[in-house]
């Protein structure tokens, strides 16, 4: 039996306009982010290469999304990536972190300019600090779509994050994209912790109710 209401179509009369007083878990990623000392390990021709980043993330709080009954507050989020050596990007996504306070569905959607999109869900209390959200390729619903070529040479065959909120104010990430190279499994592992630069501004529907 699935947990859905007969009726699709009514939205919740009880919608909140301060999307940053009902963020339950994401509260804490709210505002700008930024770390010299992300480590990442990627696929090359000969063999797994590992490399320090510099990264800055911005989660900026959307307005109330409703599908029908469904009721989602929300951040929009920009991660930029460069190296020490490099000023150019070594790696961009965009997308959206969700939370369902109706279900404790927690939700990643992402889009990465190598032409891939994968959105991960997770469930989680308000007050957790750890998040754990998972895609996997071929699912309908949490999977990952990427080009034929990366499905031909880089496979991506699962995603996970699991996000720790530090008692410091800071948050660390782990993140495993399980890729396919050759055949082989090559597990791309992304590790950093982030410090806040700057507080986050209320969502649009708030600013205007003051
Ligand atoms: C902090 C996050 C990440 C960083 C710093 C990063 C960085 C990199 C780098 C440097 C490469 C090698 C690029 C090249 O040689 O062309 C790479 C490859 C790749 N990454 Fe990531 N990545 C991150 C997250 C992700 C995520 C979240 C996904 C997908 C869900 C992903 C999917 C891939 C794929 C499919 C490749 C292989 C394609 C290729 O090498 O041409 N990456 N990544």
Redesign the pocket.
């Known amino acids: 039996m699935n947990p859905f209401p007969e009726d699709i179509f009514t939205e919740s009369a009880d919608v909140d306009p301060d999307t940053l007083a009902n963020l339950g878990p994401l509260t804490r990623l709210a505002g700008s982010w930024r770390s010299a000392n992300?480590a990442?390990v990627?696929?090359?021709a000969d063999g797994p290469?590992h490399?320090q980043?510099i990264?800055t993330i911005r989660f900026e709080p959307i307005d109330p999304q409703a599908n029908g009954p469904q009721l989602f507050y929300g951040l929009r989020y920009h991660?930029h990536?460069n190296t020490p050596e490099e000023e150019i990007t070594?790696?961009d996504?965009v997308g959206y972190w969700l939370w369902e306070p109706a279900t404790g569905l927690v939700l990643q959607t992402?889009a990465?300019p190598?032409a891939?999109v994968?959105m991960a869900a997770g469930h989680a209390k308000p007050d957790d600090t750890k998040l754990v959200l998972t895609a996997k390729r071929g699912e309908t619903e949490y999977g990952?779509c990427?080009t034929a070529f990366?499905e031909h040479?880089?496979r991506?065959d699962s995603?996970q994050i699991e996000v720790t909120f530090n008692p410091d104010g800071s948050w660390s990430y782990v993140?495993d994209?399980m890729?396919m190279v050759h055949g082989k499994p090559f597990q791309?592992r992304?590790v950093?912790t982030l410090v806040k630069v700057a507080e986050p501004k209320p969502n649009p529907l708030m600013l205007l109710n003051k």
């Open positions: 992300g990442d990627n696929p090359k290469e490399r980043y990264e991660v990536i070594f790696h996504q992402l990465i190598r891939q994968a990952i990427s990366l040479a880089f991506t995603y993140l994209t890729l791309h992304d950093n």
